[in-house]
């Protein structure tokens, strides 16, 4: 499977995902990453990663990905990950500086669930918190935007214009859930951070296909398509980008039961590694 790229709507996603052999994320705006997977050079392309869980086929790459940035770039990395990371990942970066007698440019930032950084002009980054067997964090990419207050709709431009150098505020705040990435999660997650049904863009990880890993699913912490199609009538987002399957299963398998168990959110589903003529 190669990576795959998405336009959903401004947001452009590219990633590559399989479990147990690695995951990453690129999306634009703002330019982050979500997971690093073994080093990808489209990750190495990010100064914010953001790290959900510290499982090596999600986090091997951290090194990887300092070193070429540090190197090659020149330029400095943030990585966000749930404070309960950041000690044994500084260790492995340390030691891996150490192997290459170089002194990587980055910065770790622990994070709780609900805690927030910026990552750009009007964009934000959300933690919210998943279910996972280890540490694990889920982050949501939050726009903050103005809006024009009810009262002076219709307005003429100039005639607002001179209302805001009269100091009156004519716009209201507001934000909106852009994309939400859940990194490994069991079904814990859709109680914990039930927002996740509301996102316009969620990419949620989808491992086990078959009746025979059901449990598997429960003691992993991983999403079985069973917990997905318990919960079909949630699912209120724009796109949804299902990955992390299984090398158990194939993609073709995955969109079957997509269109015969989901249909009313078929046509929202996005797969990894589906080119446009397996679509359909
Ligand atoms: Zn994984
Ligand atoms: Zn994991």
Redesign the pocket.
Request: aromatic share 0%.
């Given at each position: 499977m190669k990576p795959t790229t998405l336009q959903l709507g401004h947001l452009r996603l590219q990633g590559f995902s399989q479990a147990g052999i690695e995951t990453w994320f690129r999306v634009h705006p703002p330019g982050l990453a979500f997971e690093a997977g073994h080093g990808a050079p489209q990750v190495a392309g990010a100064s914010d990663l953001f790290l959900p869980?510290g499982?090596l086929?999600?986090a091997l790459g951290v090194p990887y990905v300092l070193s070429q940035r540090t190197r090659h770039q020149g330029k400095g990395t943030r990585i966000v990950c749930p404070s309960d990371v950041v000690e044994p990942l500084d260790g492995m970066i340390r030691a891996t500086g150490a192997l290459e007698r170089t002194e990587y440019d980055y910065q770790i930032v622990g994070v709780a669930p609900g805690e927030r950084v910026a990552v750009a002009r009007d964009f934000e980054v959300e933690s919210f918190a998943t279910d996972?067997?280890?540490p694990s964090l889920g982050y949501h990419l939050v726009h903050r935007k103005h809006r024009l207050k009810e009262a002076y709709r219709g307005r003429p431009g100039p005639e607002l214009a001179r209302l805001r150098s009269e100091g009156v505020v004519t716009e209201d705040p507001v934000e909106e859930l852009l994309l939400s990435y859940c990194g490994?999660t069991g079904a814990g997650v859709f109680d914990l951070e039930p927002r996740v049904f509301e996102t316009q863009v969620l990419l949620l990880e989808c491992t086990f296909l078959d009746a025979s890993k059901r449990d598997s699913a429960a003691r992993y912490k991983h999403l079985h398509f069973e917990d997905l199609a318990a919960r079909a009538e949630r699912f209120e987002n724009r796109a949804l980008v299902l990955h992390h399957l299984s090398r158990r299963h194939r993609v073709a398998d995955l969109r079957r039961l997509v269109d015969e168990r989901l249909p009313g959110l078929a046509p929202r589903v996005h797969l990894l590694g589906e080119s446009d003529e397996e679509k359909r």
């Open positions: 869980h499982h086929d999600h996972h067997v280890v490994d």
